[in-house]
């Protein structure tokens, strides 16, 4: 099975629990159907995952899982609350962001020395 296809099920379990919470501690169904619609399409692009084949195709540019990606998307989600919070939050995004693509160019320089 598919890594990703994992995850993606996972959060969709978990997005499904908190809808299951909602529909039950409150009475308006906008917002327990926007959940319930999310995990339910979160749970069938698990399972595309999950079928779809392995295509291979030449050597992969990044590694199959990278803490410099994850470290780039907080910063970036940091910097757009910071919209809302203050400039100070942009900053600390910003720079949250700007180690995720140093760390990010520090991997791909370590992969191309390893591979010779």
């Given at each position: 099975m598919r890594i990703g296809a994992i995850w993606i099920g996972?959060?969709?379990l978990w997005i499904g629990g908190l809808a299951l919470v909602l529909w039950l501690w409150t009475n308006?169904?906008?917002q327990?159907?926007?959940l319930t619609g999310a995990a339910v399409a979160l749970a069938l692009l698990a399972l595309y995952?999950?079928?779809r084949g392995e295509r291979p195709s030449g050597p992969?540019?990044?590694a199959q899982s990278s803490l410099p990606t994850v470290v780039i998307v907080v910063g970036l989600a940091m910097m757009l609350n910071?919209?809302?919070f203050g400039l100070f939050l942009i900053l600390i995004g910003a720079e949250v962001?700007?180690?995720g693509v140093a760390l990010l160019v520090a991997q791909h320089?370590?992969?191309r020395r390893q591979r010779g």
């Amino acid at each position: 099975m598919r890594i990703g296809a994992i995850w993606i099920g996972a959060l969709s379990l978990w997005i499904g629990g908190l809808a299951l919470v909602l529909w039950l501690w409150t009475n308006d169904d906008l917002q327990p159907s926007l959940l319930t619609g999310a995990a339910v399409a979160l749970a069938l692009l698990a399972l595309y995952a999950a079928v779809r084949g392995e295509r291979p195709s030449g050597p992969r540019r990044l590694a199959q899982s990278s803490l410099p990606t994850v470290v780039i998307v907080v910063g970036l989600a940091m910097m757009l609350n910071g919209l809302a919070f203050g400039l100070f939050l942009i900053l600390i995004g910003a720079e949250v962001a700007a180690l995720g693509v140093a760390l990010l160019v520090a991997q791909h320089v370590i992969e191309r020395r390893q591979r010779g």
